[in-house]
């Protein structure tokens, strides 16, 4: 309903002097909630929703009425908070009738993630700014646990969810990672949400596809990370006339000089257990088409090819120009060799830059070697629980993080770029020229998903992958490592 035939039903009913949806309403005679409703909204059913709306207004502005009931009369002069129709309609969508005490507002907004380094943390930081803008009365409950890509994180998760004990939401992984928590019985759809607040009509298409399984969506993306990206130090690259390299033999010739200086050549992290078959992904990115590297995930593109075999044998040659104590660091922490002008070179997604940017550091990009076109793509959501313990809280929260607004504010700083299709050219020039070189890639280049950030695979498939390549790197056997990613396979495509 438009706002001027709001207005004309709200003076007809004699209820209104001023007021407009998302707004304060002061009664100009006594008014029961459901007239209120069929007022503004054309349908009494909506009277649960002005009754929340006011009463969170009323926690933290006590000019606002503290209703008690969905059947009380409010009295001449009492103030209420109109909701957006929107918020409404999700409110509705989420809201059971036998939990009165959803009416009341307040309680907590518990959000897990495992986003604690530079630069993720300042992104979640400014998601929550824009909750408590608009949610004053809720204390959010930063429930992190730190470690890269979730593993740490998941594992906690899990038993969480089993035992119907989880937060009120939780950081996903767009993709075939949500299979690992059964989401038909642990996780709420969200397809009502995408419709109310249009969701469906503002993400890309491809995206909509990867965010769909079972038919239904279980999550609100709030980002698009890429993974092969090579990051190099400008002050050494400049010092010694370098370029980047565009293919591995360009690499190894830059490394092999880097090594004669002193430089550590490439950067590695491998604490976490992902970091170096993250790398190991982003080379078979090179050795292999968009298409054959697709294939590995659905079984068209056997994981005997040669390219796999060559992908292990460039992974084989790095570890010769690697810093020795890749097995103690982090993704974050190893940066500190770049940003120290002792390493030159790392390969890991863009949240890095997020790293960079928190830490004051210039640093250059490239695509990792042979992946110029090619977008190794992840995407952040957040999902619902079916049993979260602040059910109508999450509502504000997948809104904040599906909107334009908290897309861009989160993206600056998170060193990813917005999920949505509608940023204005005025809105992409805020971001920094990585940033926004990103997002004419991601229109432009061959999209492929990213096994370590559970777009290409279910968990369990991830997690045989990562020990092949972990056990690699201490045997190098080619030939081993190729036949456990075959029986990896199998295992999981059920050939």
């Known amino acids: 309903?438009?706002?001027?035939?709001?207005?004309?039903?709200?003076?007809?009913?004699?209820?209104?002097?001023?007021?407009?949806?998302?707004?304060?309403?002061?009664?100009?005679?006594?008014?029961?909630?459901?007239?209120?409703?069929?007022?503004?909204?054309?349908?009494?059913?909506?009277?649960?929703?002005?009754?929340?709306?006011?009463?969170?207004?009323?926690?933290?502005?006590?000019?606002?009425?503290?209703?008690?009931r969905l059947d009380e009369v409010l009295p001449s002069g009492a103030?209420?908070?109109?909701?957006?129709?929107?918020?409404?309609?999700?409110?509705?969508?989420?809201?059971?009738?036998?939990?009165?005490?959803?009416?009341?507002?307040?309680?907590?907004?518990?959000?897990?993630?495992?986003?604690?380094?530079?630069g993720e943390a300042e992104g979640l930081d400014a998601l929550f700014g824009l909750y408590r803008g608009n949610y004053p009365d809720v204390v959010i409950v930063n429930a992190t646990i730190a470690g890269g890509a979730g593993f740490a994180f998941k594992a906690v998760l899990k038993p969480r969810l089993i035992a119907g004990d989880p937060p009120d939401t939780f950081q996903l992984h767009a993709g075939l990672e949500v299979e690992g928590y059964s989401p038909e019985t642990?996780?709420?759809?969200?397809?009502?949400?995408?419709?109310?607040?249009?969701?469906?009509?503002?993400?890309?298409?491809?995206?909509?596809?990867?965010?769909?399984?079972?038919?239904?969506?279980?999550?609100?993306?709030?980002?698009?990370?890429?993974?092969?990206?090579?990051?190099?130090?400008?002050?050494?690259?400049?010092?010694?006339?370098?370029?980047?390299?565009?293919?591995?033999?360009?690499?190894?010739?830059?490394?092999?000089?880097?090594?004669?200086?002193?430089?550590?050549?490439?950067?590695?992290?491998?604490?976490?257990?992902?970091?170096?078959?993250?790398l190991f992904e982003t080379i078979l990115a090179s050795t292999l088409t968009p298409e054959e590297y697709r294939g590995l995930w659905t079984g068209a593109t056997p994981w005997t090819h040669p390219g796999v075999t060559k992908a292990l044998e460039i992974l084989k040659k790095i570890?010769?120009?690697?810093?020795?104590?890749?097995?103690?660091?982090?993704?974050?922490?190893?940066?500190?060799?770049?940003?120290a002008g002792r390493g030159a070179m790392n390969v890991m997604g863009d949240w890095a830059m997020g790293w960079f940017m928190a830490k004051g550091v210039?640093?250059?990009?490239?695509?990792?070697?042979?992946?110029?076109?090619?977008?190794?793509?992840?995407?952040?959501?957040?999902?619902?629980?079916?049993?979260?313990?602040?059910p109508i809280n999450v509502i504000g929260w997948l809104e904040v993080c599906g909107s334009k607004e908290g897309q861009i504010a989160f993206n600056m700083r998170k060193g990813s770029i917005p999920a949505r299709t509608d940023i204005t050219p005025a809105e992409k020039a805020q971001f920094n020229p990585y940033l926004q070189s990103c997002m004419e890639d991601w229109a432009r280049d061959a999209i492929v998903p990213s096994v370590i950030h559970g777009a290409a695979a279910p968990e369990s498939w991830v997690v045989d992958f990562k020990d092949a390549i972990?056990?690699?790197?201490?045997?190098?056997?080619?030939?081993?490592?190729?036949?456990?990613?075959?029986a990896a396979a199998q295992a999981a495509l059920g050939k």
Not at 240 to 253: I, M, R, S, V
Not at 256 to 274: Q, R, Y
Not at 371 to 388: H, I, Q, W
Not at 470 to 486: E, G, H, I, P, S
């Open 186 to 278: 642990y996780l709420r759809p969200l397809d009502d949400l995408y419709s109310i607040f249009g969701w469906d009509k503002v993400f890309p298409p491809d995206l909509l596809t990867l965010m769909r399984y079972e038919g239904h969506y279980w999550g609100v993306p709030v980002n698009i990370h890429r993974a092969n990206v090579l990051w190099y130090s400008k002050e050494i690259f400049a010092k010694y006339n370098l370029k980047p390299p565009a293919n591995w033999d360009e690499f190894f010739q830059i490394c092999d000089f880097l090594k004669s200086k002193g430089i550590v050549p490439i950067t590695l992290a491998n604490a976490g257990g992902w970091e170096a078959p993250h």
């Open 79 to 118: 103030k209420v908070w109109i909701p957006e129709e929107a918020w409404a309609k999700a409110f509705l969508a989420v809201w059971d009738p036998n939990r009165v005490e959803d009416l009341f507002g307040g309680g907590k907004l518990v959000v897990g993630s495992w986003w604690t380094a530079g």
């Open 470 to 486: 972990n056990l690699f790197l201490v045997t190098k056997d080619v030939a081993r490592a190729q036949a456990a990613l075959v």
């Open 362 to 390: 210039d640093v250059g990009w490239a695509p990792v070697p042979g992946t110029k076109g090619v977008f190794d793509a992840l995407s952040d959501t957040f999902a619902f629980p079916k049993r979260a313990p602040n």
């Open 1 to 68: 309903m438009k706002f001027s035939k709001i207005l004309a039903v709200l003076v007809a009913f004699g209820i209104l002097g001023f007021a407009q949806v998302g707004s304060p309403l002061v009664l100009d005679k006594p008014a029961a909630l459901k007239d209120i409703a069929v007022a503004v909204f054309g349908d009494a059913s909506y009277a649960p929703a002005i009754m929340r709306a006011t009463n969170s207004k009323a926690l933290v502005d006590a000019s606002f009425a503290r209703i008690s």
């Open 319 to 339: 570890l010769d120009y690697v810093n020795t104590d890749y097995s103690a660091h982090t993704w974050d922490t190893v940066l500190e060799y770049i940003a």
